[in-house]
């Protein structure tokens, strides 16, 4: 069996492993390895991109710019990881649930960018309420997300598994400058004309995510209810294996009385949740950061890419 060739650039970061773990499990692919000493080594890198069927990025914004610079041979598919080309023309956003062209637009790209941990929850809650004109593209909207530390790579997670002070075992709201990163592929992928007030949280914790956007059902289309939102969800999400439509108002979680942030992790899942009293509602989506938050969502784009079985490894 010819087996596609994989280049991993930034294998020992935080993305970067958890797809070779991923990728570890295939026997379709070979992964092409970089010497421990030439990881950076522009030459080596640049042979080794252009050697590969996909090559995924798992860089900081500006090394995953100069990678992109460095491929010279059309075959190449780049997955790029990072934050440097989601909303950049001639790149698809690799999301392929957002809707029905989609996957198309991933199996046809060579560029694909994948999408911010934080964004893919607030997009695949927001998006199918744009879609279905339940929320206006100018519609006012804000959001929280609570986030594990290892979303901030490798500086974040030693921060927390070395470091004992004692603001690190609260939550911290952080992004208070109301400009993080994700915003414009927030609007960008749901229409929203109106970048949403956003305040992730991180917590003391490994990993998993959980986006909150809370509406008065005052905002919505007239006359509309929470079941309007719950129905738009899972109509747009019907037949997707990755994205769990939550019943409305989930028993399980009221009885529980209190949200669990983990209960996605090790899993390449989403789970969408409304909760909702007669006047206002909370849409809430639930990942594992590095898994469909990162290196899951990217694996998953590189097998629709690839035509294989897009759930393959994950
Ligand atoms: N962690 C997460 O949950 C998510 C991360 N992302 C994005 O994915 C990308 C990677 O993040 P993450 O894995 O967390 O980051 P990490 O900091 O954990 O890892 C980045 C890796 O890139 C390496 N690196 C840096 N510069 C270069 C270079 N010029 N050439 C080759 N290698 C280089 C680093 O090397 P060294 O080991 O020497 O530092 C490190 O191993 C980032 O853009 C991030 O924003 C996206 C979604 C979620
Ligand atoms: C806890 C933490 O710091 N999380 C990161 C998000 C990680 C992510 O999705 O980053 P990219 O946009 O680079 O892909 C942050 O909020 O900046």
Redo the contacts with the bound molecule.
């Keep these: 069996m010819t087996k596609f060739a994989v280049y991993v650039d930034g294998q020992e970061g935080t993305t970067g492993l958890r797809i070779n773990e991923y990728l570890a499990q295939r026997s379709d692919i070979e992964v092409l390895k970089i010497d421990a000493d030439k990881r950076k080594d522009p030459a080596e890198r640049a042979r080794l991109l252009n050697a590969a069927d996909v090559a995924f990025l798992c860089l900081p914004d500006a090394a995953s710019r100069e990678a992109a610079a460095m491929i010279t041979n059309p075959n190449t598919c780049l997955i790029d990881?990072?934050?440097a080309h989601r909303t950049v023309p001639g790149w698809a956003f690799g999301l392929p649930e957002l809707a029905p062209a989609q996957r198309e637009k991933i199996r046809a790209a060579k560029r694909i960018a994948n999408p911010?941990?934080?964004a893919s929850a607030f997009i695949l809650a927001v998006r199918p309420l744009v879609d279905a004109g339940l929320l206006s593209p100018d519609a006012l909207v804000s959001a929280t997300s609570i986030?594990g530390?290892s979303?901030?790579g490798k500086s974040?997670i030693a921060q927390y598994e070395t470091a004992s002070e004692p603001k690190l075992t609260s939550p911290r709201p952080y992004?208070l400058s109301l400009q993080?990163?994700?915003l414009p592929e927030m609007m960008a992928h749901t229409g929203l004309r109106t970048a949403p007030v956003f305040m992730?949280i991180?917590g003391n914790f490994y990993k998993g995510l959980a986006v909150t956007v809370p509406l008065h059902l005052s905002q919505l289309r007239a006359g509309a209810r929470a079941e309007d939102l719950h129905a738009a969800l899972s109509q747009h999400y019907e037949g997707e294996r990755f994205i769990r439509v939550m019943p409305l108002r989930d028993a399980e979680t009221l009885a529980e009385g209190a949200f669990d942030v983990q209960a996605c992790n090790d899993t390449n899942r989403v789970d969408l949740f409304v909760f909702a009293s007669d006047t206002q509602a909370l849409v809430m989506a639930r990942l594992d950061?590095l898994g469909k938050?990162?290196s899951g969502a990217a694996v998953q784009s590189m097998n629709v890419h690839l035509g294989v079985d897009e759930a393959l490894g994950l």
Excluded: D
């Design positions: 990881a990072s934050t911010g941990c934080h986030t530390y979303g901030g974040m992004a993080h990163k994700h992730p991180v950061n938050g990162a």
